[in-house]
């Protein structure tokens, strides 16, 4: 083993434009900047290994994004390994629209879900977008956004790991309640995202919560702290309707630790496993202070509760940042070893693992281009976005139809990260709690970071109880993979774990 260096850097990703806004069905164009986005870097090197981690305060990191940064540093000067890149978001709902291409985007480029559903058009009706966003040259271009951040991730990649220097960390564990289980159970077996609670059919949330925060605190030779990583299992998704750029509550956090520490502080946020999980509390449901246009939360006649602010507002999302960053500092002053690590052992392990991808029937796809039929039939005048959102669970069908002829399985780039007696595990889905949460439970680490949406984005990866109960992020088309594919990912993500970094670990019953 040797010393271990740490390098940071921060780069601004804010769109210089007005840009179409990720994250919902709806048309949203951003009218002014809440606070800047950013993609931060922390670089990780040895003499035998390295790492770089860059958190986007974007909606995610699409292959095609992570495949063009590491084209960029092909063959560089500085030693980097574009595959020790580790690039996440925190999926922020107020950040830019970009050009996303899935790992199984490219056979299916001729058939995108909006030239699909404008194949399926009757004659007399056409595609209008509502906002003339590509028409428009005072709004960011998806590629125009795409080709700023692959040039700024690359930068800030290269600065993190030539700033690279003797230093220290010391983990740490806190807990803060932020995410919420987003799945509402019903008594006939469905279930729904964001479902209404207050009605005799409502039996019980779906899927748990984990208010955990894994934490890690960096210091440079001096002892002096130069950063921290944040690991929590909610995305950051409060404020996701609305019509300005913002990093959501990890920008708030920023603010508030940056006030304590100083400016110099960075931040590294990081999603765990949160498929299912969001910061609205469905049981003591608080109306949005103004309209979201999103008919899947509006509530008829809704009762007051006595309950955090609504959690789709400016007010809620300031209320979780504050509560995050007093827990990091509650941490980090009273319950911190006084342990300095360095000389520890540091291992970076990368994987393609090949999923199952997950299939549809013959008749499930008859059954859908009936459903699109009758729809656009019955449809008057021309079709927009909110019609697309409506079809959107049929065009997914008739979409996997096409690519499960030519692709069966999902190549899922996965990263282990072992540092002393901690764990870092990737993946790229919008992976559901449970599954994180059984990695964790048998991790032999003493703790296990889980980065969901990391080098890719390849959608949900719901559970079985989700696939059966139905609704958005479990239909087919909201996900590359299915249920089955979860035992394999949770296998062998522990199999690198605890039988190639920790195994010489034993349990407290061995």
Not at 6 to 18: L, M, N, Q, R
Not at 280 to 294: A, M
Not at 384 to 389: I, M
Request: aromatic fraction near 8%; include cysteine; charged fraction near 25%.
């Amino acid at each position: 083993m040797s010393k271990i260096m740490f390098g940071w850097a921060e780069v601004d990703i804010t769109p210089t434009k007005k840009a179409s806004l990720a994250g919902q069905f709806a048309e949203r164009i951003s009218e002014y900047v809440e606070k800047p986005l950013y993609a931060t870097a922390f670089a990780i090197k040895s003499e035998e290994e390295q790492c770089v981690f860059v958190s986007c305060d974007l909606i995610s990191t699409p292959a095609n994004l992570v495949d063009e940064v590491r084209k960029n540093l092909q063959g560089n000067a500085y030693g980097i390994d574009p595959m020790k890149v580790i690039v996440n978001a925190i999926h922020t709902h107020t950040g830019p629209l970009i050009k996303r291409l899935r790992r199984t985007t490219l056979p299916l480029m001729q058939h995108s879900a909006k030239s699909l559903l404008q194949s399926l058009l009757p004659p007399d009706k056409k595609y209008v977008e509502r906002q003339n966003v590509s028409d428009n040259p005072d709004i960011s271009k998806p590629e125009e956004t795409f080709a700023f951040l692959v040039e700024k991730i690359t930068a800030v990649i290269i600065e993190a790991f030539l700033k690279v220097q003797e230093g220290y960390f010391i983990t740490g564990f806190g807990r803060a309640a932020v995410g919420m289980c987003r799945r509402a159970s019903y008594s006939d077996g469905s279930a729904q995202m964001w479902g209404n609670t207050d009605t005799a059919t409502f039996t019980a949330l779906e899927g748990g919560n984990d208010s955990g925060i894994e934490l890690m605190y960096v210091y440079n030779k001096d002892k002096k702290l130069t950063g921290i990583i944040a690991n929590l299992a909610c995305p950051a998704q409060c404020v996701q309707h609305r019509l300005f750029v913002s990093p959501d509550f990890w920008g708030e956090v920023k603010v508030l630790l940056r006030k304590e520490f100083g400016d110099d502080l960075f931040l590294l946020a990081q999603c765990s496993a949160a498929g299912d999980q969001c910061p609205v509390d469905l049981i003591r449901w608080v109306e949005p202070e103004s309209p979201v246009n999103d008919p899947n939360i509006e509530r008829e006649d809704p009762l007051k509760r006595k309950a955090d602010p609504s959690m789709f507002d400016l007010r809620g999302m300031k209320r979780v940042g504050k509560r995050i960053a007093d827990e990091i500092k509650e941490v980090f002053y009273h319950y911190l070893d006084e342990d300095f690590c360095n000389d520890v052992e540091f291992v970076h392990e990368t994987t393609v693992m090949k999923l199952p991808l997950r299939r549809v029937t013959m008749k499930e796809e008859a059954e859908a281009k009936k459903a699109i039929k009758e729809y656009l039939d019955a449809k008057i005048g021309d079709v927009d976005y909110n019609d697309a959102a409506k079809l959107q669970i049929h065009t997914g069908v008739l979409r996997r139809f096409k690519l499960q002829d030519i692709q069966n399985v999902l190549d899922t780039e996965v990263h282990v990260v072992k540092l002393g007696d901690i764990v870092f595990a990737t993946n790229p889905f919008e992976l559901f709690l449970d599954y994180g949460n059984q990695i964790k439970a048998r991790s032999r680490a003493q703790q296990t970071f889980i980065v969901q949406l990391a080098n890719g984005q390849e959608g949900y990866l719901p559970t079985e109880k989700a696939e059966k109960g139905g609704h958005y992020s479990a239909f087919v088309s909201s996900g590359q993979v299915g249920h089955e594919g979860r035992e394999q990912l949770v296998r062998q993500t522990l199999e690198i774990i605890n039988n190639t970094l920790f195994r010489d670990i034993k349990s407290i019953k061995e």
